[in-house]
């Protein structure tokens, strides 16, 4: 059986909404769950919810911080719940990790107490967006704000990886975010990037897209640095918000308005599960050696289940080792050694 820790102390909604969402994880998916923090309010919360024999708790006596520097915090606060969770997978009492609270130490404390898989230079946080025909995987979403083309070509394995073996998408289409589709256009990060993509014989690479080409449909995998990633999944946060906020003020308008409303609103209700990130449970940080992943500050008991399930079925695939055999084959090591 496949047992995730789950740090208990992280997100904004306190051990509760964390221990409420495990128990919807183990009664909906076959995983047992190890709730990391403090013992009492964690065995309080789960005392409400009844007798649960998928669920067990590890004591840690600490919490990191939001406003923490990360890596000075993981050196510092070993007994933290984020810190003790991966503690679990290394020791192999776990076999993945999920936690809502800070990215950067859950970050920090997955890269450090694991490191890296072979050949993996830069870890990215992969996030998952609904498009017109079904999801898109876009990385990096801010785990690294500065990176060189071979970077950008080890996201773009590390993604395709991802989108088959756990979205379920058969020979992902590849875009390299950018200004233009012309293989001309960007800066010269993402022109050697292009040229480097190109060569790739195990990725299905369909050249340049832009932001547009998202929500479309048009790609399945999209790679991008960092700081671009994080702004784009920053704005498309605001922008279905803003949209329904809309919605709600058109359709509570006059009488004929409200009416039109009611006839419409199992068909938004559909469009607002399609856009809802609570569906997609959190982002996976590819390239460290084991399975983390990072959910949203202000994820809901819902968000936290659905959490639970990506780990449980990234370890089922199996992710890790999938990545570690594609980057190391001779295709990749071929175009990015030493560019």
């Not at 050249?207 to 999944?233: A, K, M, Q, T």
């Amino acid at each position: 059986m496949i047992r995730v820790a789950v740090d208990a102390m992280g997100g904004d909604h306190g051990p509760e909404v964390v221990v409420e969402g495990v128990v919807q994880a183990v009664r909906d998916f076959p995983v047992e769950v190890i709730l990391v923090g403090d013992e009492a309010r964690v065995q309080a919360a789960l005392k409400a919810k009844g007798r649960h024999d998928a669920i067990s708790i590890v004591h840690a006596s600490d919490v990191v911080a939001m406003g923490a520097h990360p890596v000075e915090a993981v050196k510092r606060q070993k007994d933290s719940s984020i810190v003790v969770a991966c503690r679990l997978v290394k020791e192999g009492q776990a076999h993945a990790v999920v936690s809502a609270g800070s990215t950067g130490a859950a970050m920090a404390s997955s890269l450090l107490q694991w490191g890296r898989v072979k050949g993996i230079e830069r870890p990215a946080i992969g996030t998952v967006l609904p498009s017109r025909t079904g999801r898109c995987l876009l990385l990096d979403a801010g785990a690294q704000v500065d990176c060189r083309p071979k970077h950008l070509a080890q996201f773009a394995v590390m993604g395709s990886i991802y989108a088959e073996r756990v979205l379920g998408i058969e020979r992902p289409k590849v875009g390299l975010l950018n200004i233009g589709e012309e293989e001309t256009k960007g800066n010269d990060v993402v022109l050697e990037a292009y040229a480097q993509l190109k060569e790739l014989r195990n990725i299905n690479f369909i050249g340049n897209v832009e932001g547009r080409d998202i929500l479309p449909g048009n790609v399945d995998v999209v790679v991008c640095d960092g700081f671009v990633g994080n702004v784009v999944l920053k704005f498309a946060e605001g922008m279905a918000a803003a949209i329904f906020d809309l919605l709600k003020e058109s359709i509570n308008g006059d009488g004929r308005s409200r009416l039109g409303g009611f006839l419409l609103r199992p068909s938004l209700k559909r469009l607002w599960k399609r856009m809802d990130y609570t569906e997609y449970g959190g982002a996976p940080l590819l390239g460290v050696k084991g399975v983390s992943i990072i959910s949203h500050g202000s994820s809901n008991a819902k968000a936290i289940r659905n959490a639970v399930r990506v780990a449980r079925e990234a370890v089922a695939g199996r992710i890790v080792e999938a990545i570690e055999d594609r980057i190391t084959s001779d295709g990749m090591q071929a175009t990015v050694n030493n560019r």
